[in-house]
């Protein structure tokens, strides 16, 4: 197996890291990809007012999280976990007792690559790992880097590879921390890390998370889930704004009700739990063992007490996984939203779209139906406001 093995302060993680990693993944054929961001770097001070190294690592988690490949791309905290300064020698060390029998490749941009020699143990680390070296193809450093891949090759005996990109982003992580400082700089990040940043409050980014713009709260919103649901998230929003279109609904608050409906989606059920408790949710007793039940209820609570969102999004957000009887109509908008956006793909999901924008109450009838006959199908209980809604709205229809 070919392992590349990518170091560094991350301190931000921004889309040239990503674009290089991933490119390097397929230049040298790796098969697995290992961020390893640096507890203490041994070459220079973070700058002061740098976010911990344990911030750095969930950030790094996040962006490499966007590149979508999961169990071929990961992120270590083994520096973190090391003291002392993190030394690369010491971290291929470590990685060599790991994977005795696979190929490791160093990957670096130029300005390290030309400085390895001044490394610490630079004779070990060409012995334990490959080295390739990120080229921009406009830039003037190319015949450098091949001078020094032959330098390293006949004093080491180095294997060394030069990684043309074939584009670059613009900008270095000092450069991006002035720019965020004065409120700038965010293309240049992933969206997701760039809401981490705005919620821990990183680098003079200081926002106001109860007034947020609808750019800065989809942003906080998908730095808290997986980026698997990232597509979700926002098939759900847009979903939202064309239903209320449709129907006459605010359509600010049902884009602001799906860009926050799944907010919580991943948190644990002791997380789940102890939001309930600090906003005073009394979770009934089925609900206190899903936390698929739960993310709805605390989803809410987030929306409300930490983004500052409405009682209107906040009941929409709460009912948007069971359903109750009488939904108000963004209630029904962003339920039905959840269910049909464009990502979806069930038997049926075409007839109840088109129900959908013809007879609102006629697409959530159809929801309802299909929720209970598949609860009923993998024996999974109902929950009573499932049921509540069901028989509600199928007395009214009578009507």
Same mark, same amino acid.
């Given at each position: 197996?070919?392992i590349?093995?990518?170091?560094?302060t991350f301190?931000?993680p921004h889309?040239?890291?990503?674009i290089?990693?991933r490119?390097?993944?397929d230049?040298l054929g790796?098969?697995?990809?290992i961020?390893?961001?640096?507890?203490?770097p041994?070459?220079?001070?973070?700058?002061?007012?740098?976010?911990?190294a344990e911030?750095?690592l969930?950030?790094?988690a996040?962006?490499a999280d966007?590149?979508?490949?999961?169990g071929?791309?990961?992120?270590?905290?083994?520096?973190?976990?090391?003291e002392?300064?993190s030394y690369?020698a010491?971290?291929?060390?470590?990685?060599?007792?790991?994977y005795?029998?696979d190929?490791?490749?160093?990957?670096?941009?130029?300005?390290m690559?030309l400085?390895l020699?001044n490394?610490?143990?630079?004779?070990?680390?060409?012995a334990?790992?490959h080295?390739?070296?990120?080229?921009?193809?406009?830039g003037?450093?190319?015949?450098?880097?091949e001078?020094q891949? &032959?330098y390293?090759?006949r004093t080491?005996g180095?294997?060394t590879?030069?990684?043309q990109?074939?584009r670059i982003?613009?900008? &270095?992580?000092t450069?991006?921390?002035?720019?965020?400082?004065r409120?700038?700089?965010?293309?240049y990040?992933p969206?997701?890390?760039y809401?981490?940043i705005?919620r821990?409050?990183?680098?003079?980014?200081q926002?106001?998370l109860?007034?947020?713009?609808?750019?800065?709260?989809r942003?906080?919103?998908?730095?808290?889930?997986?980026?698997k649901?990232?597509?979700h998230?926002l098939?759900?929003?847009?979903?939202?704004v064309?239903?209320?279109?449709?129907?006459?609904?605010?359509?600010?608050?049902?884009?602001?009700?799906?860009?926050?409906?799944?907010c919580?989606?991943?948190? &644990?059920l002791?997380e789940?739990?102890?939001?309930?408790?600090?906003y005073?949710?009394v979770?009934?007793?089925?609900?206190?063992?899903?936390?698929?039940?739960?993310?709805?209820?605390?989803?809410?609570?987030l929306?409300?007490?930490?983004?500052?969102?409405?009682?209107?999004?906040?009941?929409?957000?709460?009912?948007?996984?069971?359903?109750k009887?009488?939904m108000?109509?963004?209630?029904?908008?962003?339920y039905?939203?959840d269910y049909?956006?464009?990502?979806?793909d069930?038997?049926?999901?075409?007839?109840?779209?088109?129900l959908c924008y013809?007879?609102?109450?006629?697409g959530?009838?159809?929801?309802?139906?299909?929720?209970v006959?598949?609860?009923n199908e993998?024996?999974?209980?109902?929950?009573?406001?499932t049921r509540?809604?069901l028989e509600?709205?199928?007395?009214?229809?009578k009507g």
């Amino acid at each position: 197996m070919k392992i590349g093995v990518y170091g560094g302060t991350f301190n931000p993680p921004h889309l040239g890291h990503l674009i290089s990693a991933r490119f390097a993944m397929d230049a040298l054929g790796l098969d697995k990809l290992i961020f390893v961001p640096a507890a203490v770097p041994p070459h220079k001070e973070l700058p002061e007012g740098s976010p911990s190294a344990e911030k750095r690592l969930e950030m790094m988690a996040i962006a490499a999280d966007t590149l979508l490949l999961p169990g071929k791309v990961e992120v270590s905290d083994m520096e973190l976990r090391r003291e002392g300064k993190s030394y690369t020698a010491d971290t291929l060390r470590q990685l060599r007792g790991q994977y005795p029998q696979d190929e490791l490749w160093l990957l670096m941009g130029a300005d390290m690559f030309l400085s390895l020699p001044n490394w610490r143990e630079p004779e070990t680390i060409c012995a334990l790992a490959h080295l390739a070296a990120f080229a921009r193809k406009e830039g003037d450093t190319e015949e450098a880097l091949e001078r020094q891949g &032959s330098y390293l090759s006949r004093t080491y005996g180095a294997k060394t590879r030069v990684v043309q990109l074939p584009r670059i982003t613009p900008v &270095s992580s000092t450069q991006l921390r002035e720019l965020l400082k004065r409120g700038e700089g965010q293309r240049y990040l992933p969206l997701a890390v760039y809401g981490y940043i705005l919620r821990h409050g990183l680098y003079g980014v200081q926002a106001d998370l109860t007034a947020l713009s609808n750019e800065d709260l989809r942003a906080c919103s998908l730095s808290m889930v997986y980026a698997k649901r990232h597509a979700h998230i926002l098939g759900v929003e847009e979903e939202a704004v064309r239903l209320a279109k449709r129907w006459g609904a605010d359509q600010e608050l049902a884009r602001r009700g799906g860009i926050l409906h799944d907010c919580t989606k991943y948190l &644990s059920l002791e997380e789940h739990l102890a939001i309930c408790e600090k906003y005073g949710i009394v979770p009934d007793e089925l609900e206190r063992e899903s936390p698929k039940l739960l993310h709805s209820k605390t989803g809410a609570a987030l929306a409300r007490n930490l983004y500052g969102q409405n009682d209107e999004i906040y009941w929409a957000i709460y009912w948007h996984t069971t359903g109750k009887a009488d939904m108000s109509l963004l209630e029904k908008i962003i339920y039905l939203a959840d269910y049909i956006e464009p990502n979806r793909d069930f038997e049926g999901v075409e007839e109840m779209r088109r129900l959908c924008y013809e007879d609102l109450d006629a697409g959530l009838l159809m929801g309802l139906e299909m929720s209970v006959e598949d609860l009923n199908e993998r024996g999974v209980p109902i929950h009573k406001n499932t049921r509540g809604a069901l028989e509600w709205l199928r007395e009214h229809r009578k009507g």
